[in-house]
Protein backbone atom coordinates (compact mmCIF):
# COMPACT_ATOMS: atom_id res chain seq x y z
CA UNK A 1 0.00 0.00 0.00
CA UNK A 2 1.77 3.70 -1.17
CA UNK A 3 1.28 5.47 2.58
CA UNK A 4 2.83 8.63 0.80
CA UNK A 5 0.60 11.43 1.43
CA UNK A 6 3.19 14.48 0.68
CA UNK A 7 5.98 14.92 -0.56
CA UNK A 8 8.68 17.92 0.01
CA UNK A 9 11.11 18.54 -2.16
CA UNK A 10 14.77 20.16 -1.56
CA UNK A 11 16.02 22.17 -4.26
CA UNK A 12 14.08 23.90 -7.23
CA UNK A 13 16.49 23.90 -10.06
CA UNK A 14 15.59 22.02 -13.39
CA UNK A 15 14.78 18.57 -11.69
CA UNK A 16 13.33 20.17 -8.57
CA UNK A 17 11.53 21.76 -10.79
CA UNK A 18 10.42 19.21 -12.82
CA UNK A 19 9.68 16.81 -9.36
CA UNK A 20 7.31 19.36 -8.06
CA UNK A 21 5.18 19.36 -11.47
CA UNK A 22 5.15 15.60 -11.33
CA UNK A 23 4.10 15.54 -7.79
CA UNK A 24 1.19 17.83 -8.29
CA UNK A 25 -0.05 16.91 -11.34
CA UNK A 26 -0.66 13.77 -9.41
CA UNK A 27 -2.85 15.56 -7.17
CA UNK A 28 0.29 15.57 -4.16
CA UNK A 29 0.29 17.94 -1.76
CA UNK A 30 4.43 19.61 -2.47
CA UNK A 31 6.18 21.50 0.10
CA UNK A 32 9.41 22.99 -1.75
CA UNK A 33 12.40 25.07 0.10
CA UNK A 34 15.71 26.12 -1.50
CA UNK A 35 17.92 28.40 0.35
CA UNK A 36 18.86 30.85 -3.28
CA UNK A 37 17.45 34.34 -3.21
CA UNK A 38 14.14 34.58 -5.29
CA UNK A 39 13.91 30.37 -5.51
CA UNK A 40 10.44 30.84 -4.58
CA UNK A 41 9.23 33.58 -7.64
CA UNK A 42 11.71 31.37 -9.84
CA UNK A 43 9.64 28.19 -9.31
CA UNK A 44 6.91 29.84 -9.41
CA UNK A 45 6.99 30.94 -12.91
CA UNK A 46 8.53 27.45 -14.22
CA UNK A 47 5.61 25.51 -12.45
CA UNK A 48 3.16 27.96 -14.02
CA UNK A 49 5.02 27.08 -17.50
CA UNK A 50 4.60 23.42 -16.88
CA UNK A 51 1.22 23.28 -15.80
CA UNK A 52 0.59 24.33 -19.18
CA UNK A 53 2.25 21.34 -20.93
CA UNK A 54 0.86 19.00 -17.97
CA UNK A 55 -2.92 20.23 -19.04
CA UNK A 56 -1.85 18.91 -22.65
CA UNK A 57 -0.70 15.56 -21.02
CA UNK A 58 -3.36 14.70 -18.74
CA UNK A 59 -3.40 15.48 -14.82
CA UNK A 60 -4.66 13.26 -11.93
CA UNK A 61 -8.38 13.49 -10.61
CA UNK A 62 -7.73 15.89 -7.92
CA UNK A 63 -4.61 17.35 -8.78
CA UNK A 64 -3.92 21.03 -8.38
CA UNK A 65 -1.25 23.67 -8.91
CA UNK A 66 -2.75 25.11 -5.61
CA UNK A 67 -1.46 22.42 -3.45
CA UNK A 68 2.09 23.70 -3.61
CA UNK A 69 3.65 25.96 -0.95
CA UNK A 70 7.27 26.94 -0.42
CA UNK A 71 8.57 26.60 2.99
CA UNK A 72 12.40 28.24 3.41
CA UNK A 73 13.41 27.14 6.43
CA UNK A 74 14.85 23.47 5.35
CA UNK A 75 13.12 21.50 9.25
CA UNK A 76 9.78 23.11 8.84
CA UNK A 77 9.69 22.00 4.52
CA UNK A 78 10.41 18.51 5.52
CA UNK A 79 8.48 18.15 9.49
CA UNK A 80 5.54 16.37 7.44
CA UNK A 81 6.46 14.56 4.37
CA UNK A 82 6.24 11.08 3.96
CA UNK A 83 8.83 11.45 0.91
CA UNK A 84 12.10 14.05 0.37
CA UNK A 85 13.36 14.65 -2.84
CA UNK A 86 16.55 16.04 -2.42
CA UNK A 87 18.47 17.73 -5.76
CA UNK A 88 20.98 19.30 -4.44
CA UNK A 89 24.12 20.62 -6.60
CA UNK A 90 25.94 17.16 -8.08
CA UNK A 91 28.72 16.99 -4.86
CA UNK A 92 29.14 14.61 -2.65
CA UNK A 93 30.06 16.68 0.22
CA UNK A 94 26.93 18.72 -0.08
CA UNK A 95 24.46 16.29 -0.75
CA UNK A 96 26.18 14.16 2.00
CA UNK A 97 25.62 16.87 4.68
CA UNK A 98 22.28 17.75 3.33
CA UNK A 99 20.89 14.43 3.83
CA UNK A 100 22.06 13.81 7.21
CA UNK A 101 20.36 17.44 7.85
CA UNK A 102 17.10 15.82 6.55
CA UNK A 103 17.33 12.97 8.33
CA UNK A 104 17.77 14.91 11.50
CA UNK A 105 14.39 16.62 10.92
CA UNK A 106 12.41 14.43 9.11
CA UNK A 107 9.64 12.20 10.52
CA UNK A 108 11.26 8.46 11.43
CA UNK A 109 8.87 6.51 8.76
CA UNK A 110 10.04 9.04 6.26
CA UNK A 111 11.60 7.66 2.70
CA UNK A 112 14.59 10.09 1.45
CA UNK A 113 15.40 9.75 -1.73
CA UNK A 114 18.19 11.70 -3.89
CA UNK A 115 17.94 12.49 -7.43
CA UNK A 116 22.06 12.06 -7.68
CA UNK A 117 22.59 11.53 -11.42
CA UNK A 118 25.66 9.16 -10.43
CA UNK A 119 27.25 9.47 -6.66
CA UNK A 120 26.85 6.16 -5.10
CA UNK A 121 23.86 5.79 -2.29
CA UNK A 122 26.06 4.07 0.64
CA UNK A 123 28.64 7.37 0.63
CA UNK A 124 25.52 9.58 0.48
CA UNK A 125 23.32 8.06 3.25
CA UNK A 126 27.07 7.48 5.31
CA UNK A 127 26.35 10.62 7.76
CA UNK A 128 22.60 9.50 8.57
CA UNK A 129 21.46 8.47 11.87
CA UNK A 130 18.98 6.52 9.77
CA UNK A 131 20.52 5.46 6.78
CA UNK A 132 18.42 2.28 5.86
CA UNK A 133 15.61 4.98 4.71
CA UNK A 134 17.80 6.94 2.26
CA UNK A 135 17.91 5.89 -1.57
CA UNK A 136 18.76 6.78 -4.86
CA UNK A 137 15.74 8.05 -7.25
CA UNK A 138 17.53 8.83 -10.16
CA UNK A 139 14.48 11.00 -12.77
CA UNK A 140 15.38 12.50 -16.63
CA UNK A 141 14.51 15.38 -17.79
CA UNK A 142 12.01 16.86 -18.24
CA UNK A 143 11.04 14.84 -14.86
CA UNK A 144 7.34 15.55 -15.38
CA UNK A 145 7.08 13.45 -18.89
CA UNK A 146 9.90 11.55 -18.97
CA UNK A 147 8.85 7.76 -16.64
CA UNK A 148 12.15 6.22 -16.06
CA UNK A 149 13.72 6.88 -12.75
CA UNK A 150 16.89 4.26 -11.35
CA UNK A 151 16.25 3.23 -7.86
CA UNK A 152 19.04 2.38 -5.93
CA UNK A 153 19.82 0.93 -2.65
CA UNK A 154 23.23 1.39 -0.38
CA UNK A 155 24.87 -0.87 1.67
CA UNK A 156 22.39 0.44 4.70
CA UNK A 157 19.18 0.52 2.53
CA UNK A 158 16.49 -1.80 3.63
CA UNK A 159 14.51 -3.11 0.78
CA UNK A 160 10.94 -2.01 2.45
CA UNK A 161 12.60 1.28 1.50
CA UNK A 162 12.96 -0.16 -2.02
CA UNK A 163 10.02 -1.82 -2.32
CA UNK A 164 7.90 1.26 -0.97
CA UNK A 165 9.75 3.86 -3.05
CA UNK A 166 9.17 1.50 -6.39
CA UNK A 167 5.28 1.31 -5.30
CA UNK A 168 5.24 4.83 -5.16
CA UNK A 169 7.19 6.03 -8.05
CA UNK A 170 5.21 3.32 -9.91
CA UNK A 171 1.54 5.02 -8.36
CA UNK A 172 3.09 8.32 -10.30
CA UNK A 173 3.30 7.41 -13.84
CA UNK A 174 6.70 6.58 -13.67
CA UNK A 175 8.94 3.35 -14.73
CA UNK A 176 10.85 2.49 -11.73
CA UNK A 177 13.99 0.47 -12.60
CA UNK A 178 15.89 -1.16 -9.15
CA UNK A 179 19.72 -1.34 -9.92
CA UNK A 180 20.71 -3.91 -7.30
CA UNK A 181 24.29 -2.89 -7.89
CA UNK A 182 25.47 0.35 -6.99
CA UNK A 183 28.17 2.06 -9.31
CA UNK A 184 28.89 5.35 -10.25
CA UNK A 185 26.75 6.83 -12.85
CA UNK A 186 23.98 3.92 -12.46
CA UNK A 187 22.76 2.65 -15.43
CA UNK A 188 21.68 5.31 -17.87
CA UNK A 189 24.04 7.75 -16.64
CA UNK A 190 26.99 5.72 -17.49
CA UNK A 191 25.46 5.01 -20.90
CA UNK A 192 24.72 8.66 -21.64
CA UNK A 193 27.93 9.91 -20.22
CA UNK A 194 30.05 7.29 -22.52
CA UNK A 195 28.27 8.76 -25.70
CA UNK A 196 28.68 12.29 -24.00
CA UNK A 197 32.70 11.91 -23.53
CA UNK A 198 32.63 10.66 -27.33
CA UNK A 199 30.88 13.34 -28.65
CA UNK A 200 33.00 15.70 -26.49
CA UNK A 201 36.67 14.06 -28.14
CA UNK A 202 34.55 14.70 -31.58
CA UNK A 203 34.49 18.49 -31.14
CA UNK A 204 37.91 18.54 -29.15
CA UNK A 205 39.11 16.69 -32.29
CA UNK A 206 37.55 19.12 -35.02
CA UNK A 207 36.15 16.07 -36.54
CA UNK A 208 31.89 17.25 -35.90
CA UNK A 209 30.21 20.10 -34.68
CA UNK A 210 28.04 19.75 -32.16
CA UNK A 211 25.57 20.31 -34.62
CA UNK A 212 26.90 17.14 -37.07
CA UNK A 213 27.15 15.07 -33.75
CA UNK A 214 23.29 15.84 -32.96
CA UNK A 215 22.32 15.28 -36.57
CA UNK A 216 24.18 12.05 -36.73
CA UNK A 217 22.03 10.91 -33.74
CA UNK A 218 18.60 12.43 -34.52
CA UNK A 219 18.31 11.15 -38.30
CA UNK A 220 19.84 8.14 -37.48
CA UNK A 221 20.54 6.16 -34.09
CA UNK A 222 17.91 8.21 -32.13
CA UNK A 223 14.98 6.91 -33.90
CA UNK A 224 15.37 3.86 -32.90
CA UNK A 225 16.46 4.25 -29.07
CA UNK A 226 12.39 5.56 -28.00
CA UNK A 227 11.35 2.13 -28.91
CA UNK A 228 14.62 -0.45 -28.16
CA UNK A 229 17.99 -0.04 -26.36
CA UNK A 230 21.26 -1.21 -27.42
CA UNK A 231 21.09 -4.87 -27.60
CA UNK A 232 17.68 -5.28 -28.79
CA UNK A 233 18.57 -2.69 -31.39
CA UNK A 234 21.68 -5.23 -32.49
CA UNK A 235 19.29 -8.13 -32.31
CA UNK A 236 17.30 -7.34 -35.01
CA UNK A 237 20.39 -6.15 -36.87
CA UNK A 238 21.38 -9.39 -37.35
CA UNK A 239 18.58 -11.29 -39.44
CA UNK A 240 17.27 -14.36 -38.24
CA UNK A 241 20.26 -15.61 -36.15
CA UNK A 242 19.74 -12.19 -34.61
CA UNK A 243 22.53 -11.26 -31.87
CA UNK A 244 24.35 -14.54 -32.30
CA UNK A 245 25.43 -13.22 -35.71
CA UNK A 246 26.07 -9.55 -34.59
CA UNK A 247 28.75 -10.92 -31.97
CA UNK A 248 30.05 -12.53 -35.33
CA UNK A 249 29.83 -10.27 -37.63
CA UNK A 250 31.01 -6.87 -35.48
CA UNK A 251 32.86 -8.68 -32.52
CA UNK A 252 36.34 -8.27 -34.38
CA UNK A 253 35.36 -4.19 -34.39
CA UNK A 254 35.30 -4.32 -30.68
CA UNK A 255 39.36 -4.41 -31.10
CA UNK A 256 39.31 -1.19 -33.62
CA UNK A 257 39.98 2.23 -32.65
CA UNK A 258 36.00 2.92 -33.52
CA UNK A 259 35.20 5.04 -30.08
CA UNK A 260 38.05 5.98 -27.02
CA UNK A 261 36.22 3.62 -25.02
CA UNK A 262 38.47 0.19 -24.50
CA UNK A 263 35.65 -2.85 -25.11
CA UNK A 264 35.41 -5.67 -22.18
CA UNK A 265 36.88 -8.88 -23.83
CA UNK A 266 34.43 -10.91 -25.99
CA UNK A 267 34.34 -13.79 -23.68
CA UNK A 268 32.39 -17.02 -24.28
CA UNK A 269 30.60 -15.92 -20.80
CA UNK A 270 29.83 -12.81 -21.83
CA UNK A 271 28.85 -13.53 -25.05
CA UNK A 272 26.34 -16.28 -23.63
CA UNK A 273 25.32 -13.60 -21.58
CA UNK A 274 24.35 -11.17 -24.32
CA UNK A 275 22.65 -13.53 -26.34
CA UNK A 276 20.74 -15.48 -24.08
CA UNK A 277 19.84 -12.17 -22.08
CA UNK A 278 18.34 -10.83 -25.87
CA UNK A 279 16.42 -14.44 -26.22
CA UNK A 280 14.82 -13.93 -22.86
CA UNK A 281 13.92 -10.40 -23.83
CA UNK A 282 12.01 -11.25 -26.77
CA UNK A 283 10.65 -14.46 -25.97
CA UNK A 284 6.80 -15.16 -27.52
CA UNK A 285 7.74 -12.84 -30.48
CA UNK A 286 9.92 -13.83 -33.29
CA UNK A 287 12.69 -11.44 -35.34
CA UNK A 288 10.06 -10.92 -37.95
CA UNK A 289 7.28 -10.06 -35.64
CA UNK A 290 9.74 -7.32 -34.18
CA UNK A 291 10.95 -6.38 -37.23
CA UNK A 292 7.43 -5.50 -38.03
CA UNK A 293 7.01 -3.72 -34.76
CA UNK A 294 9.96 -1.60 -35.10
CA UNK A 295 9.20 -1.37 -38.75
CA UNK A 296 5.61 0.01 -37.91
CA UNK A 297 6.95 2.60 -35.39
CA UNK A 298 9.59 4.28 -37.12
CA UNK A 299 7.08 4.92 -39.94
CA UNK A 300 4.46 6.19 -36.98
CA UNK A 301 7.58 8.28 -35.23
CA UNK A 302 8.93 9.69 -38.60
CA UNK A 303 5.54 10.94 -39.73
CA UNK A 304 5.38 13.07 -36.08
CA UNK A 305 8.04 14.48 -36.20
CA UNK A 306 7.79 16.03 -39.29
CA UNK A 307 5.85 18.67 -37.29
CA UNK A 308 9.30 18.65 -35.21
CA UNK A 309 12.62 18.51 -37.21
CA UNK A 310 12.57 21.14 -39.41
CA UNK A 311 13.81 23.45 -36.38
CA UNK A 312 16.41 20.86 -36.33
CA UNK A 313 17.52 20.92 -39.43
CA UNK A 314 20.91 21.99 -39.25
CA UNK A 315 19.79 25.06 -40.14
CA UNK A 316 18.86 24.15 -43.56
CA UNK A 317 22.46 22.30 -44.38
CA UNK A 318 20.63 18.73 -44.34
CA UNK B 1 21.24 17.71 -62.32
CA UNK B 2 21.26 13.56 -60.85
CA UNK B 3 21.86 11.62 -63.35
CA UNK B 4 21.95 8.13 -61.63
CA UNK B 5 19.25 6.09 -63.60
CA UNK B 6 20.39 2.12 -62.32
CA UNK B 7 21.80 0.91 -59.39
CA UNK B 8 23.87 -1.93 -58.24
CA UNK B 9 23.85 -3.41 -55.05
CA UNK B 10 27.01 -5.52 -54.03
CA UNK B 11 26.23 -7.96 -50.77
CA UNK B 12 22.36 -8.91 -50.29
CA UNK B 13 22.34 -9.00 -46.62
CA UNK B 14 20.66 -6.93 -43.66
CA UNK B 15 21.95 -3.80 -44.82
CA UNK B 16 21.77 -4.86 -48.64
CA UNK B 17 18.51 -5.78 -48.52
CA UNK B 18 17.61 -2.44 -47.09
CA UNK B 19 19.31 -0.31 -49.81
CA UNK B 20 17.99 -2.33 -52.16
CA UNK B 21 14.46 -2.04 -50.81
CA UNK B 22 15.11 1.90 -50.75
CA UNK B 23 16.30 2.11 -53.99
CA UNK B 24 13.05 0.26 -55.38
CA UNK B 25 10.65 1.94 -53.31
CA UNK B 26 12.25 5.44 -54.58
CA UNK B 27 11.52 4.29 -58.32
CA UNK B 28 15.20 2.94 -59.32
CA UNK B 29 16.01 0.25 -61.51
CA UNK B 30 17.99 -2.43 -59.23
CA UNK B 31 20.65 -5.06 -60.05
CA UNK B 32 21.86 -7.07 -57.32
CA UNK B 33 24.60 -9.58 -56.79
CA UNK B 34 25.64 -12.06 -53.87
CA UNK B 35 28.28 -14.95 -54.17
CA UNK B 36 26.54 -17.08 -51.72
CA UNK B 37 24.67 -20.10 -52.06
CA UNK B 38 20.91 -19.19 -52.37
CA UNK B 39 21.67 -15.25 -52.10
CA UNK B 40 18.72 -14.54 -54.12
CA UNK B 41 15.85 -16.83 -53.12
CA UNK B 42 16.86 -15.24 -49.62
CA UNK B 43 16.60 -11.60 -51.23
CA UNK B 44 13.37 -12.18 -52.78
CA UNK B 45 12.06 -13.16 -49.70
CA UNK B 46 13.04 -10.16 -47.57
CA UNK B 47 12.47 -8.04 -50.37
CA UNK B 48 8.57 -9.26 -50.64
CA UNK B 49 8.78 -8.52 -46.26
CA UNK B 50 10.12 -4.96 -46.98
CA UNK B 51 7.71 -4.30 -49.44
CA UNK B 52 5.00 -4.87 -47.60
CA UNK B 53 6.15 -2.20 -45.00
CA UNK B 54 7.23 0.34 -47.70
CA UNK B 55 3.29 -0.34 -48.98
CA UNK B 56 2.42 1.70 -45.30
CA UNK B 57 5.63 4.02 -45.42
CA UNK B 58 4.82 5.67 -48.99
CA UNK B 59 6.66 4.67 -52.62
CA UNK B 60 7.52 7.02 -55.27
CA UNK B 61 5.45 7.02 -58.29
CA UNK B 62 6.74 4.47 -60.96
CA UNK B 63 8.51 2.67 -58.18
CA UNK B 64 8.05 -1.26 -58.82
CA UNK B 65 8.96 -4.67 -56.74
CA UNK B 66 9.93 -5.76 -60.05
CA UNK B 67 12.60 -3.56 -61.05
CA UNK B 68 15.15 -5.65 -59.58
CA UNK B 69 16.92 -7.72 -61.07
CA UNK B 70 19.85 -10.70 -59.52
CA UNK B 71 22.86 -11.24 -61.39
CA UNK B 72 25.02 -13.83 -59.87
CA UNK B 73 28.49 -12.50 -61.98
CA UNK B 74 29.82 -9.39 -60.04
CA UNK B 75 31.23 -7.75 -63.40
CA UNK B 76 28.16 -8.17 -65.11
CA UNK B 77 26.27 -7.02 -62.52
CA UNK B 78 28.17 -3.53 -61.91
CA UNK B 79 28.87 -2.80 -65.97
CA UNK B 80 25.60 -0.62 -66.46
CA UNK B 81 25.19 0.99 -62.79
CA UNK B 82 25.47 4.81 -62.21
CA UNK B 83 26.24 4.64 -58.41
CA UNK B 84 27.02 0.68 -57.06
CA UNK B 85 26.57 0.14 -53.08
CA UNK B 86 28.99 -2.15 -51.29
CA UNK B 87 27.99 -3.98 -48.23
CA UNK B 88 30.30 -6.80 -48.16
CA UNK B 89 31.51 -8.24 -44.16
CA UNK B 90 33.33 -5.30 -42.23
CA UNK B 91 36.59 -6.75 -42.74
CA UNK B 92 39.23 -4.04 -44.41
CA UNK B 93 40.89 -6.78 -47.13
CA UNK B 94 37.56 -7.99 -47.99
CA UNK B 95 35.97 -4.92 -48.83
CA UNK B 96 39.50 -3.50 -50.34
CA UNK B 97 39.80 -5.87 -52.81
CA UNK B 98 35.96 -6.11 -53.78
CA UNK B 99 35.88 -2.17 -54.15
CA UNK B 100 39.17 -2.61 -56.61
CA UNK B 101 37.39 -5.65 -58.45
CA UNK B 102 33.98 -3.26 -58.72
CA UNK B 103 36.65 -0.35 -59.98
CA UNK B 104 37.76 -2.23 -62.87
CA UNK B 105 34.30 -3.91 -64.04
CA UNK B 106 32.44 -0.31 -63.19
CA UNK B 107 31.79 2.17 -66.28
CA UNK B 108 34.65 5.17 -65.57
CA UNK B 109 32.05 7.65 -64.30
CA UNK B 110 30.03 5.53 -62.06
CA UNK B 111 30.12 6.41 -58.49
CA UNK B 112 31.39 3.36 -56.16
CA UNK B 113 30.20 3.63 -52.59
CA UNK B 114 31.25 1.51 -49.48
CA UNK B 115 28.14 1.01 -46.61
CA UNK B 116 31.28 0.67 -43.87
CA UNK B 117 30.49 1.31 -40.23
CA UNK B 118 34.05 1.83 -39.62
CA UNK B 119 36.53 1.49 -41.92
CA UNK B 120 38.56 4.16 -43.33
CA UNK B 121 37.80 5.33 -47.29
CA UNK B 122 41.56 6.25 -47.73
CA UNK B 123 42.75 2.61 -47.19
CA UNK B 124 39.17 1.09 -48.88
CA UNK B 125 40.08 3.30 -51.89
CA UNK B 126 43.48 2.77 -52.02
CA UNK B 127 43.63 -0.46 -54.44
CA UNK B 128 41.41 1.49 -57.24
CA UNK B 129 42.46 2.60 -60.32
CA UNK B 130 39.72 5.59 -59.96
CA UNK B 131 39.69 6.17 -56.37
CA UNK B 132 38.62 9.64 -56.69
CA UNK B 133 34.75 8.26 -57.30
CA UNK B 134 35.04 5.83 -54.06
CA UNK B 135 33.51 7.03 -50.89
CA UNK B 136 32.07 6.05 -47.91
CA UNK B 137 28.24 6.12 -47.90
CA UNK B 138 27.10 4.49 -44.26
CA UNK B 139 23.16 3.94 -43.60
CA UNK B 140 21.63 2.44 -40.60
CA UNK B 141 19.20 0.10 -39.98
CA UNK B 142 16.72 -0.49 -41.42
CA UNK B 143 18.31 1.36 -44.37
CA UNK B 144 14.53 1.67 -45.80
CA UNK B 145 13.06 3.49 -43.15
CA UNK B 146 15.90 5.71 -41.61
CA UNK B 147 17.27 8.52 -43.19
CA UNK B 148 20.31 9.25 -41.99
CA UNK B 149 23.24 8.55 -44.29
CA UNK B 150 26.92 9.34 -43.49
CA UNK B 151 29.03 10.67 -46.61
CA UNK B 152 32.84 10.30 -45.97
CA UNK B 153 35.91 10.69 -48.97
CA UNK B 154 39.09 9.63 -48.68
CA UNK B 155 42.01 11.21 -49.67
CA UNK B 156 41.50 10.92 -53.46
CA UNK B 157 37.78 11.14 -53.02
CA UNK B 158 37.06 14.52 -55.36
CA UNK B 159 34.50 17.01 -54.25
CA UNK B 160 32.29 16.36 -56.99
CA UNK B 161 31.69 12.65 -56.44
CA UNK B 162 30.73 13.52 -52.93
CA UNK B 163 28.21 16.06 -54.12
CA UNK B 164 26.69 14.35 -56.57
CA UNK B 165 26.40 11.26 -53.73
CA UNK B 166 24.88 13.34 -51.77
CA UNK B 167 22.33 14.97 -54.45
CA UNK B 168 21.53 11.50 -55.04
CA UNK B 169 20.65 9.64 -51.56
CA UNK B 170 18.78 13.26 -50.82
CA UNK B 171 16.68 12.92 -53.82
CA UNK B 172 15.41 9.43 -52.48
CA UNK B 173 14.49 11.28 -48.96
CA UNK B 174 18.04 10.07 -46.89
CA UNK B 175 19.28 12.70 -44.77
CA UNK B 176 23.09 13.09 -45.79
CA UNK B 177 25.71 14.34 -43.43
CA UNK B 178 29.13 15.03 -44.95
CA UNK B 179 31.71 14.39 -42.92
CA UNK B 180 34.99 16.11 -43.92
CA UNK B 181 37.04 14.24 -41.69
CA UNK B 182 37.64 10.37 -42.21
CA UNK B 183 37.86 8.71 -38.10
CA UNK B 184 37.76 5.16 -37.13
CA UNK B 185 33.63 4.52 -37.18
CA UNK B 186 32.72 7.96 -38.54
CA UNK B 187 30.55 10.11 -36.48
CA UNK B 188 27.20 7.70 -35.28
CA UNK B 189 29.17 4.79 -35.02
CA UNK B 190 31.43 6.53 -32.96
CA UNK B 191 28.76 7.16 -30.38
CA UNK B 192 27.22 4.20 -30.89
CA UNK B 193 29.95 2.06 -30.17
CA UNK B 194 30.60 3.67 -27.15
CA UNK B 195 27.12 3.10 -25.97
CA UNK B 196 27.73 -0.66 -26.98
CA UNK B 197 31.16 -1.06 -25.23
CA UNK B 198 29.80 0.62 -21.95
CA UNK B 199 26.39 -1.44 -21.91
CA UNK B 200 28.83 -4.70 -22.74
CA UNK B 201 30.76 -3.68 -19.58
CA UNK B 202 27.80 -3.69 -17.45
CA UNK B 203 26.48 -6.76 -18.80
CA UNK B 204 29.97 -8.35 -18.15
CA UNK B 205 30.64 -6.30 -14.48
CA UNK B 206 27.47 -7.94 -13.29
CA UNK B 207 25.61 -4.60 -12.87
CA UNK B 208 22.63 -5.01 -14.92
CA UNK B 209 20.93 -7.62 -17.46
CA UNK B 210 20.50 -6.71 -21.54
CA UNK B 211 16.82 -6.33 -20.47
CA UNK B 212 18.15 -3.76 -17.87
CA UNK B 213 20.28 -2.00 -20.21
CA UNK B 214 17.74 -1.61 -23.13
CA UNK B 215 14.99 -0.21 -20.27
CA UNK B 216 17.19 2.22 -18.79
CA UNK B 217 17.50 3.72 -22.35
CA UNK B 218 13.86 3.11 -23.82
CA UNK B 219 11.91 4.89 -20.93
CA UNK B 220 14.79 7.44 -20.53
CA UNK B 221 17.33 9.46 -22.91
CA UNK B 222 16.25 7.02 -25.54
CA UNK B 223 12.89 9.25 -25.51
CA UNK B 224 14.59 12.37 -26.06
CA UNK B 225 17.42 11.28 -29.02
CA UNK B 226 14.62 11.20 -31.66
CA UNK B 227 14.43 14.73 -31.19
CA UNK B 228 17.60 16.33 -29.91
CA UNK B 229 21.12 14.90 -29.71
CA UNK B 230 23.78 15.17 -26.64
CA UNK B 231 24.08 18.36 -27.07
CA UNK B 232 20.75 20.30 -27.67
CA UNK B 233 19.98 17.46 -24.89
CA UNK B 234 21.76 19.20 -22.31
CA UNK B 235 21.63 22.80 -23.83
CA UNK B 236 17.94 22.53 -22.36
CA UNK B 237 18.50 20.93 -19.11
CA UNK B 238 20.59 23.92 -18.08
CA UNK B 239 17.62 26.20 -17.95
CA UNK B 240 17.80 29.75 -19.12
CA UNK B 241 21.80 29.90 -19.48
CA UNK B 242 21.62 26.79 -21.62
CA UNK B 243 24.70 24.53 -22.32
CA UNK B 244 27.04 27.29 -20.39
CA UNK B 245 25.77 26.21 -16.95
CA UNK B 246 25.21 22.72 -18.01
CA UNK B 247 29.22 22.72 -18.24
CA UNK B 248 29.69 24.69 -15.05
CA UNK B 249 27.10 21.96 -12.83
CA UNK B 250 28.39 18.79 -14.92
CA UNK B 251 31.72 19.76 -16.01
CA UNK B 252 33.54 18.43 -12.48
CA UNK B 253 31.44 14.90 -13.28
CA UNK B 254 33.86 14.39 -16.27
CA UNK B 255 36.34 13.33 -13.86
CA UNK B 256 34.42 11.04 -11.84
CA UNK B 257 33.92 7.51 -12.73
CA UNK B 258 30.70 7.38 -14.52
CA UNK B 259 31.95 5.53 -17.42
CA UNK B 260 35.14 3.55 -18.25
CA UNK B 261 35.80 5.99 -21.42
CA UNK B 262 38.33 8.99 -20.35
CA UNK B 263 37.02 12.22 -21.08
CA UNK B 264 39.03 14.88 -22.66
CA UNK B 265 40.16 18.13 -20.77
CA UNK B 266 37.38 20.70 -20.80
CA UNK B 267 39.70 23.38 -21.83
CA UNK B 268 38.38 27.11 -22.45
CA UNK B 269 38.72 26.06 -26.16
CA UNK B 270 36.58 23.07 -26.09
CA UNK B 271 34.08 24.70 -23.46
CA UNK B 272 33.72 27.97 -26.11
CA UNK B 273 33.13 25.63 -28.88
CA UNK B 274 30.69 23.54 -27.18
CA UNK B 275 28.57 26.44 -26.00
CA UNK B 276 29.01 28.73 -29.02
CA UNK B 277 28.15 25.41 -31.01
CA UNK B 278 24.53 25.10 -29.49
CA UNK B 279 23.51 28.69 -29.38
CA UNK B 280 24.24 28.69 -33.11
CA UNK B 281 22.38 25.05 -33.54
CA UNK B 282 19.31 26.64 -31.79
CA UNK B 283 20.07 30.48 -33.23
CA UNK B 284 16.21 31.70 -33.73
CA UNK B 285 14.86 29.84 -30.85
CA UNK B 286 14.86 30.81 -27.24
CA UNK B 287 15.17 27.75 -25.02
CA UNK B 288 11.90 28.32 -24.00
CA UNK B 289 10.26 27.71 -27.14
CA UNK B 290 12.39 24.58 -27.94
CA UNK B 291 11.52 23.41 -24.03
CA UNK B 292 7.93 23.66 -24.91
CA UNK B 293 8.43 21.78 -28.69
CA UNK B 294 10.51 19.08 -26.79
CA UNK B 295 7.62 18.83 -24.37
CA UNK B 296 4.99 18.73 -27.55
CA UNK B 297 7.02 16.07 -29.06
CA UNK B 298 7.53 13.62 -25.52
CA UNK B 299 3.44 13.93 -25.24
CA UNK B 300 2.60 12.64 -28.88
CA UNK B 301 5.38 10.18 -28.43
CA UNK B 302 4.51 8.43 -25.61
CA UNK B 303 1.03 8.40 -27.06
CA UNK B 304 2.71 6.71 -30.11
CA UNK B 305 4.45 4.16 -27.95
CA UNK B 306 1.51 3.34 -26.03
CA UNK B 307 0.59 0.80 -28.73
CA UNK B 308 4.13 -0.12 -29.03
CA UNK B 309 5.58 -0.75 -25.49
CA UNK B 310 3.89 -2.89 -23.59
CA UNK B 311 6.34 -5.90 -25.99
CA UNK B 312 9.39 -3.97 -24.43
CA UNK B 313 8.04 -4.45 -20.55
CA UNK B 314 10.55 -5.92 -18.97
CA UNK B 315 8.29 -8.90 -19.56
CA UNK B 316 6.03 -7.17 -17.25
CA UNK B 317 8.66 -6.09 -14.41
CA UNK B 318 8.39 -2.63 -15.09
Known amino acids: MNTIKQVTVVGTGVIGIGWIARFLSQGYDVVA ?4 PNAQSRMEAAID ?12 EGASRDKLKFEPNLKRAVADADLIQENAPEREEIKRSLLAEIDRYAKPEAIIASSTSGLLPSKLQADCERPERVIVAHPFNPVYLIPLVELVGGKDTIFEVIESAAQFYHSINMKPLVISNEIEGHVADRLMEAIWREALHLVNDGVATTEEVDAA ?8 WALMGPFLTLHLAGGEQGMKHMLEQFGPALKLPWTKLV ?11 VISGCEQQTKEHTISELELRRDDFLIELQKLLEKYWPAANLNGKL
Chains 1, 2 share one sequence.
Open 33 to 36: TDPA
Open 49 to 60: KAWLTLGKAGIA
Open 217 to 224: IVYGPGLR
Open 263 to 273: APELTEELKNK
